[in-house]
């Protein structure tokens, strides 16, 4: 009988020694930065966002951009283009909006974020410009 509970509490005792795993750490996969564009590139993707692509808004909702398009187009000789450097920092892409008035131009730092292997622009940015469409309309 001893034995048999000797030969028992062994048995339990396999179930529950401690087993050998092996673990394989791996290192987080660098997703490399979609290619930059130039400033002209990044003028046409803000002109498709104020056009109401929200394709190209970090936000996904063109309708502050849409805000904006109707607020330049009511101003008589106002006009903006995107020029550089354009610069990046990891998945952070920034460049100028200027913004023109006759002879006065006032620019506008924007940025843009990777999304999903694009560039789109960033929620910060987006606020910045219906903020300053709304603010005297």
């Known amino acids: 009988m001893k034995r048999s509970l000797a030969a028992a509490s062994m ?35 803000l002109r498709a966002a104020m056009n109401g692509s929200a394709a190209e808004l970090a936000s996904g909702d063109a309708s502050g951009m849409a805000t904006v398009n109707a607020t330049v187009g009511r101003i008589p000789g106002y006009s903006w283009d995107v020029s550089g450097p354009v610069t990046v920092d990891g998945d952070v892409l920034s460049a100028t909006l200027n913004s023109r008035l006759g002879d006065y131009v006032f620019p506008i730092p924007v940025t843009w974020v990777a999304v999903d292997g694009t560039w789109k622009l960033s929620q910060e940015s987006e606020q910045t410009l219906v903020g300053y469409a709304t603010m005297a309309w």
Do not use: D, Y
């Not at 050998?20 to 997703?31: D, H, K, S, W």
């Not at 930065?33 to 130039?38: E, G, K, L, N, R």
């Open 11 to 45: 048995a339990v005792a396999t179930l529950f020694a401690p087993v050998a795993v092996a673990v394989v750490a791996t290192a987080p996969v660098a997703i490399a930065a979609p290619a930059t564009p130039s400033a002209g590139e990044l003028q046409g993707k």
